[in-house]
Nanobody, 118 residues
Framework: QVQLVESGGGLVQAGGSLRLSCAASGSIFSINAMGWYRQAPGKQRELVAA???????NYADSVKGRFTISRDNAKNTVYLQMNSLKPEDTAVYYC????????????WGQGTQVTVSS
């Protein structure tokens, strides 16, 4: 059994910051890529940021320069530092992780709400 548990969401004013964490636990051999997605009401889930096991990152254009993804492999944890938050960043944020050996095997967290007030 593998679990991904997110934390760090909440309510913040525009221009503020939040740091999300996502810890993986259970039967883990290794973690390949990890990422953060978000889904706003009435919209499709979209990629926010991703990081490979080697530390390479990619970001959605809408968050470049404001968000930073990082990971601590010893703790099986991925982080998302969100600065200069905007009301349009309001969404449920989900983390995911590829724990596959040979073939991808993705797991998802339950989501954490981020609300940015104007």
């Amino acid at each position: 059994q593998v679990q991904l548990v997110e934390s760090g969401g909440g309510l913040v004013q525009a221009g503020g910051s939040l740091r999300l964490s996502c810890a993986a636990s259970g039967s883990i051999f290794s973690i390949n890529a990890m990422g953060w997605y978000r889904q706003a009401p009435g919209k499709q889930r979209e990629l926010v940021a991703a990081i490979t096991s080697g530390g390479s990152t990619n970001y959605a254009d809408s968050v470049k320069g404001r968000f930073t993804i990082s990971r601590d492999n010893a703790k099986n944890t991925v982080y998302l530092q969100m600065n200069s938050l905007k009301p349009e960043d309001t969404a449920v944020y989900y983390c995911n992780a590829d724990l596959g050996v040979g073939l991808p095997l993705w797991y998802w967290g339950q989501g954490t709400q981020v609300t940015v007030s104007s």
